[in-house]
């Protein structure tokens, strides 16, 4: 399966010649200089209504599937899709309603997109969500889970890759924290920074250890 981030909590996955994205931005919204994904996928899924995370017109082409917060299992050939209702907030959604995170699975690669989750897992939760090879984690802090919290659902989620995501970058309006403040957090993690915003993942070639896997932001186009 190929992974592509295209910031903030936008990420592309590609297997068997379809290509699935979540949660699209239209670049503006996150701050100056920063485009909409280069992406024309046949899905698109949004983990919840929010500005930043639902920009649909700056992605789908005529004819693309688009699922919004949708709960339960479903289909989208090839990737075998399952949402979980999740609160935006520690307190059961009443600041911030709520958002649906997903599992998505195919080719035997199973990746959980936690979207803006604003408290610790459950472990009724992370039973529904989980086993996970690969978890995009929020890891700005504000809006979403403490650094320290991303970690551990990742953990409890079973991930062999943690890729951070929703962190603030050079140009970005929203008050969010940087990717290093994840790291300190990450004594137990092996890090490693990849020079692309693309990786290729397989369940046969995974990391031994836990992994945070930093990808770089996209080349503009």
């Not at 200089?33 to 929010?50: K, M, N, Q, S």
């Not at 919290?149 to 603030?168: C, D, K, N």
Request: aromatic share 8%; net charge negative.
């Amino acid at each position: 399966m190929r992974l592509t981030w295209w910031l903030h909590a936008c990420f592309e996955l590609e297997y068997g010649g379809r290509s699935l994205l979540i949660d699209p931005h239209d670049g503006g919204s996150l701050g100056v200089g920063f485009e909409p994904p280069r992406a024309r996928p046949h899905y698109v899924l949004v983990t919840h209504e929010h500005y930043d995370h639902n920009a649909v017109e700056a992605v789908a082409a005529a004819g693309a599937t688009v699922v919004r917060e949708r709960e339960g299992d479903f289909e989208l050939p090839p990737f075998r899709v399952r949402g979980v209702r999740l609160p935006h907030d520690e307190f059961e959604g009443r600041m911030r309603g709520h958002v649906v995170a997903y599992r998505v699975e195919a080719g035997g690669l199973a990746v959980v997109h936690l979207s803006d989750l604003g408290r610790p897992l459950r472990p009724e939760e992370a039973g529904r969500l989980g086993p996970a090879h690969v978890v995009l984690a929020p890891a700005g802090d504000v809006y979403t889970l403490h650094p320290r919290q991303a970690l551990e659902a990742a953990s409890e989620l079973g991930a062999r890759v943690l890729v951070p995501m929703h962190y603030w970058l050079p140009g970005m309006q929203l008050p969010l924290e940087p990717v290093e403040t994840l790291l300190r957090y990450a004594k137990k993690w092996r890090v490693v920074r990849h020079d692309s915003n693309t990786v290729e993942l397989s369940p046969d070639e995974l990391p031994e250890e836990p992994t945070v896997l930093v990808l770089a932001p996209p080349r503009p186009g």
